[in-house]
């Protein structure tokens, strides 16, 4: 059996068929003569015989793994561990040399008009630093605080602007220390959507933010001073140091459209390609699951 767990919103999206990735993990794992069904999100360990799937994270089982889009729709990606850097693709290599270059610009464009149809790159003005949560506290993954990044980012002398995550639920504490920040750098300013903030970006510098993916998809340069998935073509304080990735950024050129492809096409899941259930099912197999 495999049981796949799933938000009340997703949850209904699957019942009703319209899930496109749910209906091929279904199909895939029916092809092999398994049974399927739906189910509400748990932290329990499956019992006997049962295998989950859980969206995003779950319990820590070797008969459960999790999935996750991967950025982008139609993709994603099945896992045993919730931490994307933790993930086969982190630590796999990318060989730019192996990427057709006309398929790889075509994908660019094709996700730059269906993700970003009203955003154009334009005369860069600002450095664009998009903030996620805890504000004040160093993690195992990140190099730095998210404080200590944004002050280390405006040291530069350049045009900051740090935006907030829509569901950062910040202390008082930690917007004091941002608010701080701007009484030391007249250059910085803290607020505004990063999604519009991007087109004008001179660069990107985040813990793992998701924009840093999106400014991909602009060919604008990223600085990461965190661990995540997508690191290989960006500046990386933990390889780096913070001095020299920051001062590296602004003339950083890389293989844009060539990673998309590779990423996107060659390390995760299409849901809409013909060799989906394959792919699924080889996700599926890894660590031993009996498919």
């Not at 990318?94 to 790889?104: G, L, W």
């Not at 950062?168 to 009484?183: F, I, K, N, R, S």
């Not at 020299?244 to 990423?263: G, I, Q, S, T, V």
Request: contains cysteine.
């Amino acid at each position: 059996m495999l049981r796949i767990h799933l938000d009340p919103a997703m949850l209904d999206h699957a019942r009703s068929g319209n899930f496109n990735f749910m209906n091929r993990v279904r199909a895939a794992a029916e092809s092999r003569g398994w049974q399927t069904e739906l189910a509400p999100e748990s932290d329990a360990p499956p019992e006997r015989y049962v295998y989950a799937l859980h969206h995003m994270a779950g319990p820590s089982h070797r008969r459960a793994k999790i999935f996750r889009r991967t950025y982008i729709y139609p993709y994603w990606h099945i896992e045993r561990e919730p931490q994307r850097w933790r993930w086969p693709v982190a630590s796999a290599r990318f060989d730019p040399d192996t990427i057709d270059q006309d398929a790889a610009r075509k994908l660019i464009h094709e996700l730059r008009r269906r993700v970003m149809p009203d955003l154009a790159p334009t005369e860069p003005t600002h450095v664009l630093i998009p903030l996620q949560r805890q504000l004040t506290e160093t993690r195992s993954f990140q190099t730095m605080s998210p404080v200590e990044m944004v002050n280390a980012v405006a040291a530069t002398g350049r045009r900051c602007i740090a935006t907030l995550h829509p569901n950062g639920d910040y202390t008082q504490t930690e917007l004091d220390a941002l608010h701080t920040l701007t009484a030391v750098y007249p250059n910085l300013s803290i607020g505004g959507d990063s999604r519009a903030l991007l087109a004008g970006a001179e660069f990107v510098a985040t813990q793992n933010s998701a924009v840093a993916f999106d400014a991909y998809l602009l060919a604008r340069p990223v600085v990461l001073f965190a661990q995540i998935d997508f690191h290989h073509i960006a500046l990386n304080v933990s390889e780096l140091g913070v001095e020299k990735a920051l001062e590296r950024a602004p003339d950083y050129k890389a293989h844009y459209a060539k990673y998309l492809w590779w990423f996107l096409k060659e390390q995760a899941i299409d849901a809409m390609a013909p060799d989906a259930d394959l792919r699924i099912l080889a996700a599926l197999k890894k660590g031993g699951w009996p498919i």
